[in-house]
């Protein structure tokens, strides 16, 4: 059990449409990052979220957003979907410095 | 481009024997330098990690070692067991500020009994 909670595990969409993934982090957690793997591949960085602001970004574009809340929850959010946007899509949490605990994924398949 | 670059992209290893995995960089502002295990539907976990100013950390059978001139760095599984088969990344991030980890892009790691 590591902590940190993706939901759903997995996930379809149609290009052009719209998709929120969602991350459940353990009590105390207030800096969360999330990271895109596609297959065979490295996660590639997002954006971090910390206290509930974005305070860093990898070269994705502005249709990648995300939001922090109090409860220690976060949500990815991704607006006209591409075929290339088809990874698995993970959260990683932590209280600062470098220990940070990764989630499953959620792994989303666009068509 | 492909800020860590890692090799070989698969291994195949005997129970028991040495697996070795090498990474390079270019970014010497890195200072963090982590090693993640990676199986089949799960995320990826922190394996051991090393800053820059060590050349070697050892954490039972797994250690790293640390070529700060020449922007190397490489895993070694000792005593390497049909568990350990999973896929390896290295990673590499500046200061402890966002969590911009740069990964490398994996190596599948086969042990075979």
Redesign the interface.
Known sequence: E?G?TQSPTHLIKTRGQQVTLRCSSQSGHN?V?W?QQAL??????IF?YYREEE??R?NFPPRFSGLQFPNYSSELNVNALELDDSALY?C?S?A??????????TRLTVV | QQQ?K?SPQSLIVQKGGISIINCAYENTAFD?F?W?QQFP??????LI?IRPDVSEKKEGRFTISFNKSAKQFSLHIMDSQPGDSATY?C?A?VG???????????TRLTVIP
């Open positions: 590591t940190v800096t990052s990271y065979g591949q490295g996660p590639q960085f971090q305070n860093g990898g993970l990683a932590g600062g410095g470098s220990g940070y605990t990764f989630g499953s994924g | 860590v890692q963090y982590p993640y539907g799960k995320g990826p976990a922190l990690a990344f990673a991030k402890t500020g966002a969590n911009n980890l740069f990964f490398g892009t994996g």
